[in-house]
Structures are given as structure tokens and as C-alpha cells.
């Protein structure tokens, strides 16, 4: 003989927490699914970036230039940290997302670094990428600036990277003997250029 399938049957309470279940199911699947979409086609591009820009990020590291010493340990020649300011006009922001007005950073500049207001604007109406705004910048202007920033909620768009300045304590003296660097803090006469490659691996000399 055939045995005979058991048939459950769900009675109507069983029946309607079923369908809430089913319901529920379906609106948390389709929010998923929403939010998945959301992410990947109107906020990939902007979270792409953003992930970027977090993990990755180019800096330029000038080395510290060696100190030169004469022979009762008197300072020569030394050099000293500074930073050098960097700026994108097209996405210096405020924490709202809107761009800075040139004119408010031509003025911000200028005060600060005791730039020439004119040719500040200029630079900034006419340049599209990051480019050198101040060099060698020494570090009572570096918090100026960075409180003007903190300040007015400038969130983007300046860069302030490490850099380093030669000084000579005694000024003039023995200048001929001592010489002086480049741009590129290479020597090019004295002792800072018989002696470069050694104080560029910041070796202390003593004479």
C-alpha cells in the first residue's frame, strides 16, 4: 500500500506571520540592494577619491644639510627647519564643500607672508594647479597661517611641506672661506661646495 503525504496546513495566524516575515525580508533585501547601488554609482567616484587620498600621499623629504663648526665649536654655518607652503586655487575649501574666494586668500597671503597682494591674485586667477605660494617659511608664519585656516574652517587645498634653511650665524664673516648653497641646497662655493657631499649626508665639519 501507498503511504499516504502528510499535508501541513498553516492556519491564518500562521499564515500572516509568515507574510510579515516574507515582507520584511523583501524591504531589508531591497534596501541592500538600494544602498549598494547608491554607493557604487552616484558616490563611487567621490569615496574612491577620498580612499586615495588617505592611503596614499607624495611628500617631498629635503634632508638637514650637515652643521659646520670652527675650531672652538662656534656654529658657521647651520641649518634649521622651515616649510614650504603650496597651494590648488581650484580646491582651497571650506568644511562646507564651497571654494574659497581668491580675493580672501590673495589678502590672507599677502599679510602673512608679506607678499605683494597684486601679484598674489594674479598668481592665483591664472594658475589651475598646485604651485610653490611661499618658500623657506619659518615657523611663526606657519602657525599664522594655520590658524587663519583653522579659523575660517579651510579645510583643503594648501599644502605645508617640510623643507630646511641655511643660515650663517656670523653673516659676512669669513664668507669667502665658508661659501654658500643653491636652490637645491647644493654648495657652490667654500666649503659648502669642496665639502658637499659630506654635508649633504649631514656630517658635522669642524675647521
Known amino acids: 500500500m501507498k503511504r499516504k503525504k502528510r499535508v501541513v496546513k498553516i ?14 525580508s523583501l524591504i531589508i533585501l531591497f534596501l541592500l540592494v538600494f544602498r549598494i547601488g547608491f554607493l557604487q554609482f552616484v558616490e563611487g567616484a567621490s569615496l574612491k577619491e577620498t580612499a586615495v587620498k588617505e592611503q596614499l600621499s607624495s611628500k617631498t623629504i629635503t634632508p638637514t644639510r650637515g652643521t659646520i663648526f670652527d675650531s672652538t665649536g662656534k656654529a ?3 641649518s634649521a627647519r622651515v616649510d614650504t607652503v603650496s ?9 562646507d564643500d564651497t571654494e574659497v574666494n ?5 589678502h590672507a597671503f599677502s599679510d602673512i607672508f608679506k ?14 594647479s598646485t604651485f610653490v605660494i611661499a618658500e623657506k617659511v619659518e615657523n611663526d608664519k606657519i602657525t599664522a597661517l ?6 575660517n574652517k579651510i579645510t583643503s587645498g594648501i599644502e605645508i611641506n617640510e623643507d630646511t634653511k641655511r ?17 637645491e641646497d647644493s654648495g657652490l662655493a667654500g ?5 658637499n657631499d659630506t654635508l649633504s649626508r649631514n656630517t658635522t665639519e669642524k675647521f
Open 191 to 195: 666649503l659648502e661646495s669642496t665639502l
Open 76 to 78: 658657521l654655518a647651520i
Open 87 to 95: 597651494i590648488n586655487p581650484s580646491k582651497v575649501k571650506y568644511s
Open 146 to 151: 594655520q590658524n587663519w585656516m583653522e579659523n
Open 115 to 128: 607678499l605683494d597682494y597684486s601679484e598674489t591674485l594674479e598668481k592665483l586667477n591664472t594658475k589651475t
Open 167 to 183: 643660515y650663517y650665524p656670523y653673516s659676512n664673516l669669513a664668507s669667502n672661506l665658508i661659501g654658500f648653497i643653491g636652490a
Open 11 to 24: 492556519d491564518a495566524s500562521g499564515q500572516k506571520k509568515l507574510f510579515v516575515c516574507l515582507t520584511i
Open 102 to 106: 581668491k580675493e580672501i586668500l590673495a
